[in-house]
């Protein structure tokens, strides 16, 4: 019932690392076979590859503006599942500015239509369709403004159905110099279209991945961190699978057919508010065997993410939790374990809930793991530290601005001040809908 699509580096990125672990899942994959059981529907049910169609391709969409990208991020494997429809590219690329990757226009020939005539193609072969599923970065030209015009144009084409965003925001310290424009821009077109943004923070996520890191030398506080990009794109990745992958636990059909609902269960309790849809992902898993559930809550809750203060121009602000989404896949002995971790999450993380939400938790569970027998928990919090980021972004974007750089590389491309206008208005809104709630 979905179609993913994955635009600009960072997406076709995150968006292979995720299939690596679709296929992966519960499943031991045979290159030759995967056709052939796939269109069989005697299936053994347990080693069904979610997602995946009855002739066996992937309902994945690759689109850059450079050929080199889409053909060096897939793997062998991979690349067999992906039609050479589905892999789209242009002749050169949008020099990280949002501006011209927006002005893609939507013409027979074009990228963007290229991109949603397959989309079209995609959504015909489906037996019903429920959304869309997003992989992009805020930083880039093409993520951002290609993803930003391809969100419109998905709302016009398909206004019933869902949208959801798997945005990848930038380093604080800075990527490119345009990045906190292009994250202004993109971040008030998802708003605007989108029903669910699943944002992950490469300064958080590098920051996680820190503390667990097993290469780095136990008595050495100064050595180089060895988390590269690979790792940060595999954080991501097994994020996302754990939450949209099937929870065969809750189905109760006797061959465990799920209908794919489960990607937009995250909309749909973790979303209760259409003006507040930004979610924080906060993931952990197993390194080993013996690791415990117990330690794998204090991970998550331990993270300051959601629970550190933040000041404004009024005073210290005390975040505020507007819904959760709990996750958990791997062997569980009892439901008396797995109450027992949502119950450490709730008391850390909704001790400041809204009025408004009297349910502000919900919890899945599935006794079957994403990966190699590993235990991982994922949270999914609509949360009002998420304010934070977007009045950074809008208060760096607005300096730069307010002294007039760089905007005559967007003004080019017909991104006059009026577009800048409402996009601050509209991020600035959001930031205080959250802060007000």
Request: aromatic share 10%; with cysteine; charged share 20%.
């Amino acid at each position: 019932s979905t179609v993913f699509v994955s635009v600009g580096q960072c997406g076709n990125q995150v968006g292979h690392t995720f299939w690596e672990q679709v296929l992966n899942w519960n499943t031991s994959w045979d290159e030759k076979q995967t056709l052939k059981r796939q269109a069989d529907d005697g299936y053994p049910s347990g080693h069904r590859i979610p997602f995946l169609k009855r002739n066996g391709a992937i309902p994945w969409v690759m689109v850059d503006s450079e050929r080199k990208v889409v053909k060096g991020c897939l793997s062998k494997k991979i690349s067999q599942l992906v039609p050479a429809e589905n892999r789209l590219s242009h002749r050169k690329g949008y020099g990280g500015n949002w501006a011209l990757g927006y002005s893609e226009q939507k013409r027979q020939g074009s990228l963007l239509g290229q991109t949603l005539e397959c989309m079209r193609k995609e959504v015909e072969r489906l037996d019903v369709f429920s959304g869309t599923v997003l992989f992009h970065s805020l930083a880039g030209g093409t993520g951002s403004g290609f993803g930003s015009h391809l969100v419109e144009a998905l709302r016009d084409e398909y206004p019933l159905a869902y949208i959801l965003s798997v945005a990848v925001a930038p380093f604080h310290t800075g990527e490119t110099p345009l990045q906190h424009y292009n994250s202004l821009l993109c971040l008030s077109w998802l708003q605007k279209y989108t029903d669910g943004i699943m944002l992950f923070s490469n300064d958080h996520i590098l920051s996680n991945l820190q503390k667990t890191d097993t290469t780095k030398p136990v008595h050495s506080k100064s050595a180089p961190s060895t988390i590269s990009f690979d790792k940060i794109n595999h954080y991501i990745a097994s994020s996302v699978a754990t939450n949209v992958l099937p929870i065969f636990d809750s189905c109760k059909h006797r061959n465990k057919v799920s209908i794919g609902k489960e990607v937009w269960d995250i909309v749909q309790s973790a979303c209760p508010n259409p003006e507040l849809k930004f979610l924080t992902p906060l993931h952990s898993w197993g390194h080993k065997p013996s690791t415990s559930w117990d330690q794998l809550v204090h991970g998550i809750v331990n993270s300051s993410v959601l629970t550190k203060r933040f000041k404004l121009k009024d005073g210290v602000i005390f975040p505020t939790t507007n819904s959760l989404l709990l996750t958990a896949r791997g062997n569980l002995t009892s439901m008396a374990q797995f109450e027992h971790c949502l119950k450490s999450v709730k008391e850390k993380l909704v001790s400041n809930p809204v009025s408004w939400n009297p349910f502000p938790t919900d919890a899945r569970l599935s006794h079957e793991p994403l990966l190699n027998n590993r235990k991982y928990l994922t949270l999914c919090a609509n949360n009002s530290s998420i304010a934070d980021y977007l009045l950074h972004v809008c208060n760096k974007a607005r300096t730069m601005y307010t002294a007039r750089a760089y905007l005559h590389w967007y003004a080019k491309y017909s991104c006059d001040v009026d577009c800048f206008e409402e996009s601050f208005e509209l991020m600035d809104q959001t930031a205080q809908s959250y802060l007000t709630t």
